[in-house]
């Protein structure tokens, strides 16, 4: 059963409305508020295909898993971890946002791609 919450949050964050979701599913445009009202049933291809609409996993849309992210293979996530686990200045900054919600995170970004900008590194 898909976590309403979690799924108008991370269509928040993307700009997506439930109506274009739902189109963009293949379904009338009050498809999802039916599924959330316990009306309609979410296949789990549809899921999926959501989780892919909303860059995150069937799993957190679901309420299966609390990690709303994507490890798209393992290379990358041993890449990160050892980013994290090395450079202790990261491991500070990855410390700093463990507890951030999803503004702080996108706003801590836009302040890093600032003095990015300024010491002319983009």
């Known amino acids: 059963m898909l976590n309403e919450s979690r799924v108008k949050s991370k269509a928040k964050l993307k700009g997506i409305s439930m109506r274009s979701l739902s189109v963009a599913l293949g379904k009338q445009e ?32 679901e309420g299966e898993t609390d990690s709303p992210d994507i490890v798209r293979n393992t290379e990358e996530f041993v890449d990160i971890y050892r980013l994290v686990n090395n450079r202790p200045s990261t491991k500070l900054l990855f410390s700093a946002l463990k507890n951030a919600t999803d503004e702080d995170i996108k706003q801590t970004i836009a302040i890093l791609e600032a003095l990015k900008r300024t010491n002319g590194q983009q």
């Not at 039916?34 to 849309?61: C, M, N, W």
């Open 30 to 61: 009050y498809f999802l508020y039916g599924v959330f009202q316990g009306k309609t049933h979410a296949t789990s291809v549809e899921i999926e295909r959501l989780a892919e609409l909303l860059d995150t996993t069937p799993a957190y849309l």
